[in-house]
T-cell receptor, first 114, second 111 residues
Framework: DAGVIQSPRHEVTEMGQEVTLRCKPI?????LFWYRQTMMRGLELLIY????????DSGMPEDRFSAKMPNASFSTLKIQPSEPRDSAVYFC????????????FGPGTRLTVL | QKEVEQDPGPLSVPEGAIVSLNCTYS??????FMWYRQYSRKGPELLMY??SSGNKEDGRFTAQVDKSSKYISLFIRDSQPSDSATYLC???????????WGAGTKLIIKP
């Protein structure tokens, strides 16, 4: 398996633009997590899905952020409109579920909002 | 107060030294304890996984959980420059629950 795949790897955009980050989890994993990582706040959970259903979105900063998981092999995180303070590395992780809660991380998307 | 506390470092030690990394936590219901390693510009990857109390050893790495003190440790013996990374602790109440993360400790091993 190729592991968790994220795209794009780097994104530079201007304030006010819409940004869409994409994630393909490991096949067979039933949980998916979106995280944001910054030097100041470390790794923050934004939202997680179980069997494609959003379970906890309490970490989503505000209404500008939205996430979808239309099927078991694809998820998106959208920021609209983007702001400079959204600049961070965004990670997607997937987990087999059941008795195994190890999370497998993708390589991350480094987002810079100018 | 955060649920999981971890000193961000950086911690700098000479090659060959024994390294001790630690996390404290406040929720006594935590049962699953993990250490992840994150190299620069990469995603975290699982290094050690422990259920409940006790020690677990894997090569040069030993994970220790002291539930009575709400304290977990990761020991690295014969540290190598390739061990230079950020080490994050994570824990959860049960296997179906989301992980609660420490801030991560940046470790630098000097040749």
């Amino acid at each position: 398996d190729a592991g968790v795949i994220q795209s794009p790897r780097h994104e530079v955009t201007e304030m006010g633009q819409e940004v869409t980050l994409r994630c393909k989890p490991i096949s067979g994993h039933n949980s998916l997590f979106w995280y944001r990582q910054t030097m100041m706040r470390g790794l923050e959970l934004l939202i997680y899905f179980n069997n494609n259903v959003p379970i906890d979105d309490s970490g989503m900063p505000e209404d500008r952020f939205s996430a979808k998981m239309p099927n078991a092999s694809f998820s998106t995180l959208k920021i609209q409109p983007s702001e400079p303070r959204d600049s961070a590395v965004y990670f997607c992780a997937s987990c087999p579920g059941g008795l195994n809660n190890e999370q497998f991380f993708g390589p991350g998307t480094r987002l810079t909002v100018l | 107060q955060k649920e999981v506390e971890q000193d961000p470092g950086p911690l700098s030690v000479p090659e060959g030294a024994i390294v001790s990394l630690n996390c404290t936590y406040s929720n006594s219901a935590f049962q699953y304890f993990m250490w992840y390693r994150q190299y620069s510009r990469k995603g975290p990857e699982l290094l050690m996984y422990t259920y409940s109390s006790g020690n677990k050893e894997d090569g040069r790495f030993t994970a220790q959980v002291d539930k009575s003190s709400k304290y977990i440790s990761l020991f690295i013996r014969d540290s190598q420059p390739s061990d230079s990374a950020t080490y994050l602790c994570a824990m959860s109440v049960d296997s179906n629950y989301q992980l609660i993360w420490g801030a991560g400790t940046k470790l630098i091993i000097k040749p």
